[in-house]
């Protein structure tokens, strides 16, 4: 049974800082790409950032290069979005997604399997 749960939303200033975190169970988390991916009400989710090809590879949406950084720890089935300088833009329900990546070249398009999502709110 594959499941993610995000975790680390919040309410946070503009300017201000959140780490998101997602813990795996049920899956080989080395082969499996995990990314994050955001969705406002009525609109299509779109992906933020994502680490493919056992983590070699990276992928970060324009708008959130060099404020955001993806990272994972394979020993605690983990991974993370630290989030620095966040504007109202930014304020989406985060969720947490993954796909088999047993070939290494996932980029970052909708993944097959995702969590409940978490809210960051950015407002102040």
């Known amino acids: 049974q594959l499941q993610l749960v995000e975790s680390g939303g919040g309410l946070v200033q503009p300017g201000g800082s959140l780490t998101l975190s997602c813990v795996a169970s049920?899956?080989?988390?080395?082969?499996?790409?995990i990314g994050w991916f955001r969705q406002a009400p009525g609109k299509e989710r779109e992906g933020v950032s994502c680490?493919?090809?056992?983590?070699?590879?990276?992928y970060y949406r324009d708008s959130v290069k060099g404020r955001f950084t993806i990272s994972r720890d394979v020993a605690k089935n983990t991974a993370y979005l630290q989030m620095n300088n966040l504007g109202p833009e930014d304020g989406d329900i985060y969720y947490c997604e993954a796909e088999w990546d047993g070939l290494g070249s996932a980029g970052c398009y909708a993944y097959d399997y995702w969590g409940q999502g978490t809210q960051v709110t950015v407002s102040g």
């Open positions: 680490l493919y090809n056992e983590g070699e590879d990276t």
């Open positions: 049920g899956l080989n988390f080395k082969e499996y790409a």
